[in-house]
């Protein structure tokens, strides 16, 4: 019932920006941490940032002072802006969200589908 939609993916040039968001919906209690990952063919998925509900951040070192990571709490959304992009950006990048719906349950880990950004040399 719960699920992540990303957006915003595409061709850009080096030196570029593109706008991801991840868009949380279904019957949902509380979103504690909104991360971004992205794989690139033949690497293993790797964190490009995280968010907490309170605003504090963290990024890996390859995108910081280029990337921005930002949550809308009352849309239940998450955007990464992405500056002065690189050919080495280029992957899928998905949206993960630890979420809780009402009731007594746990909170669980959720994944979207990811969306494509390739940067062009």
């Known amino acids: 019932q719960v699920q992540l939609v990303e957006s915003g993916g595409g061709l850009v040039q080096a030196g570029g920006s593109l706008r991801l968001s991840c868009a949380a919906s279904g019957t949902i209690f509380s979103i504690n941490y909104m991360r971004w990952y992205r794989q690139a063919p033949g690497k293993q998925r790797e964190l490009v940032a995280a968010i907490i509900r309170g605003g504090t951040t963290q990024y890996a070192d390859s995108v910081k002072g280029r990337f921005t990571i930002s949550r809308d709490n009352a849309k239940n959304t998450v955007y990464l802006q992405m500056n002065s992009l690189k050919p080495e950006d280029t992957a899928v990048y998905y949206c993960?969200?630890?979420?809780?719906?009402?009731?007594?349950?746990?909170?669980?880990?959720?994944w979207g589908q990811g969306t494509q950004v390739t940067v062009s040399s």
């Open positions: 993960n969200a630890h979420i809780r719906v009402p009731g007594p349950s746990p909170g669980s880990y959720y």
